[in-house]
């Protein structure tokens, strides 16, 4: 396959050129940048080209690792050019509209996906196994994204014109996570606080009693770092910490509280990004009955997620 990539972001380096590199079905690679760069990856695979020449190309799929702010225009014109996309979230801000995204990829029966990485992780199968073993329903979900900021001044998260701001960061995991785990579908009532910082927003809480559940979803930016998630019913708790992103060197665990014992559940390193990309490739190689129905339900799930962050931008 030849993958083109929209810019080579620290994401993209660190963790996805690496996994990327290593998938036998990739016989190409080519970056588009506007810099000069430095390359740890030494591969025969890579080549490097302007944003112009990469448009003049031709690929199987492409990621996008663009700002928040590109990624929206990035998205269209490279399904439009008839290439499934891979794009790091979020893939529109407030006031653009997903809906064009999906219709193009419908149209023109395209993949595509926003890289929320964390639930290929096989850690989320087996969370579902658990929640769906105890013996009553979920109660009280409570979901936290908080971070370090990055030292830079000049991020992109502290830039409100660059799409900076945590409800385009880190927002949309918990809303995924929701979703993933069936805890709601497309819409539900909440309440919004949040704060400002540089005009940017750096914290958000939602809480919410629909679905006969209490949610707290908290986030944050320049926080200790706290990536959790908890679950409650009756005489149960179900808890996994760093559950948006794990090294792939690491084991986790899931802890599980029954009344006064607790138990835990250990999962094995996984690469979640090469798990994500594996996936991907495995779809678009899929036969046209089966690659059809799923990229309808991805389409489906990011309709859902989507229509859900829209709503809270607009409250923002």
Not at 117 to 146: C, G
């Amino acid at each position: 396959m030849n993958v083109g990539i929209l810019s080579y972001s620290s994401i993209c380096q660190r963790k996805f050129l690496p996994a990327l590199i290593s998938n036998s079905d990739v016989e190409k690679i080519t970056i588009a940048s506007s810099r000069n760069l430095d390359l740890k990856e030494n591969s025969k695979k890579i080549q490097f080209k302007s944003y112009e020449d990469f448009f003049n190309g031709n690929y199987d799929w492409v990621y996008i690792s663009s700002i928040p702010a590109k990624n929206f225009e990035f998205s269209k014109m490279c399904l439009k050019k008839g290439w499934h996309v891979l794009c790091e979230k979020p893939s529109f801000l407030k006031g653009e509209n997903h809906s064009e995204i999906m219709e193009i990829a419908k149209t023109k029966k395209l993949l595509f996906l926003e890289n929320y990485t964390h639930t290929m992780h096989p850690r989320y199968d087996l969370l579902k196994e658990i929640i769906n073993k105890q013996q009553s329903r979920i109660k009280y979900v409570d979901f936290k994204f908080m971070y370090p900021g990055p030292d830079d001044s000049k991020n992109f998260r502290y830039h409100k014109s660059m799409g900076g701001g945590v409800q385009y960061d880190s927002l949309g995991y918990l809303v995924d996570t929701l979703i993933y785990l069936s805890i709601i579908d497309d819409s539900f009532d909440y309440k919004i606080f949040f704060s400002q910082k540089n005009n940017c927003i750096n914290f958000i809480n939602i809480t919410s009693s629909s679905c006969n559940k209490f949610i707290s979803l908290s986030t944050g930016i320049n926080f200790q770092y706290d990536a959790s998630i908890a679950l409650s019913g009756d005489n149960w708790k179900i808890k996994l910490d760093r559950a948006f992103a794990i090294d792939k060197n690491y084991s986790s665990e899931i802890k599980i509280e029954n009344g006064f014992s607790e138990s835990k559940k250990l999962v094995n390193p996984s690469d979640q990004f090469e798990n994500m990309i594996n996936s991907f490739i495995n779809i678009i190689k899929s036969k046209d009955d089966i690659k059809f129905t799923l990229l309808s339900d991805y389409l489906n799930l990011y309709n859902s997620r989507s229509i859900i962050l829209k709503d809270i931008y607009n409250k923002l």
